[in-house]
């Protein structure tokens, strides 16, 4: 089963997995790592060939969820970024 089948979320959270953060599909490729990338001016096309197991239609699932949970998200950016300051 792959991530874009029709009867799994595009979007998971996964105890154990990055933390439980928000994971696009089974993949371990956290929402805040692609949003991340995105505000650093990375496009859809470039992320798209950086992670070609993606899709479009994960990275916009990625961009919808960061919409509705952009608190969640940039806290989750920001603890990253702490960790790689110590």
Known sequence: MTATDADEPLIQKTPGVIGGQACIGRS???VFMMVEQ???G???RD???NYPTLTQQEL???WAYYAAHRQEV???IRRNNSDDDE
Do not use: P, W
């Open 47 to 49: 992320l798209l060939r």
């Open 28 to 30: 371990r490729i956290a």
């Open 38 to 40: 995105k505000q650093r």
């Open 60 to 62: 916009d699932a990625a």
């Open 42 to 44: 990375v496009s859809d």
């Open 74 to 76: 940039e806290d989750a």
